[in-house]
């Protein structure tokens, strides 16, 4: 069985955020041109929160997280992990990515998960006990031994956020995971999602364009603006239940959120 982490001692009343994001800047270089993507982003995540990134295409949600998992070099500001400024690429960092590619091919799902462990230190037994019971837990047990190719979509980002999860982060980054897959497997995910947050306590840190999946996953939404994109607002989400009046009231703020900055609201897209 898999550990539960006690919360009882994490009161968010007086608790120092594990992640902070203060005035970041990101941009890139094009032509010998710089082109800020990101103007001034401030946030903070509570251990043990969901915070949700949301926002119109090319606000740079993506940028942002991948920022935070130390891919991208911020042009101004600081992101502190654990009050750690110096965030190098690490193992405290897990991402789980939208492709469904992301899983080594030549390696069968068990082994999938136990690589990154072996590589980070840990023995051979140990990497392959420890993938055992994360398979247990995204009920993934049967096909320990099938390869990526015999996965369905779905299957494929069970294992991938087994493996982040096997590897103990202190905040999982994930980037629109469940973009790709069809409205069933997403919404059978999301719900697995929130039973295993549930259980482990892990921090997510969660890039989405659908308000729907912001709101059934997240506690706060951090909703962005138009390039180069500032936080507009942080919408608390925590008390809000499913198909209730406050769930239809916060879906309507949060659309008109994205609506107010330009952006022309696709349902099909924002939905």
């Known amino acids: 069985m898999i550990e539960e982490i006690d919360r009882t001692s994490s009161s968010r ?9 203060a005035g970041v800047a990101i941009g890139y270089t094009v032509d010998r041109k710089f082109n800020l993507a990101v103007g001034d982003v401030s946030f903070e995540v509570l251990r043990g929160e969901k915070v949700m990134l949301l926002g119109p295409s090319g606000c740079g949600k993506s940028t942002l997280l991948k920022t935070v998992a130390g891919f991208i070099e911020p042009a101004a500001g600081t992101v502190a992990l654990a009050g ?29 998960i136990a690589y ?4 980070n230190g840990r023995s ?3 990497a392959s006990d420890t993938a055992r019971r994360f398979l247990e837990m995204t009920n993934l047990s049967d096909a320990a031994d099938r390869f990526p190719h015999q996965l369905s979509g779905g299957m494929k980002q069970r294992v991938a956020i087994a493996r982040a999860l096997a590897l103990r982060p202190e905040i999982l980054l994930m980037d629109e995971p469940f973009g790709s897959l069809d409205a069933q497997t997403r919404t059978r995910l999301q719900r697995e999602l929130n039973e295993i ?13 659908s308000i729907q999946e912001a709101l059934v996953l997240g506690d706060r939404i951090v909703v962005l603006g138009q390039p180069p994109s ?10 809000v239940q499913l198909d209730t009046e406050d769930f239809i009231r916060v ?11 330009g952006e022309e609201v696709d349902h099909a897209v924002y939905e």
């Open 84 to 112: 750690k400024r110096d965030l190098k690429p690490g193992p405290d960092r897990a991402v789980v990515f939208q492709e469904f590619d992301q899983l080594f091919p030549w390696r069968n799902v068990s082994d999938n």
């Open 230 to 239: 500032i936080v507009k607002e942080i919408v608390d989400v925590r008390d």
């Open 13 to 21: 009343d007086g608790q120092a955020p594990l992640l902070t994001v």
């Open 124 to 126: 051979k037994r140990e």
């Open 197 to 209: 947050a549930e259980r482990t306590g892990v921090t997510i840190l969660f890039v989405t364009h």
């Open 251 to 261: 879906r309507r703020q949060l659309r008109e959120l994205i609506a107010d900055d």
């Open 116 to 119: 990154p462990l072996r590589i």
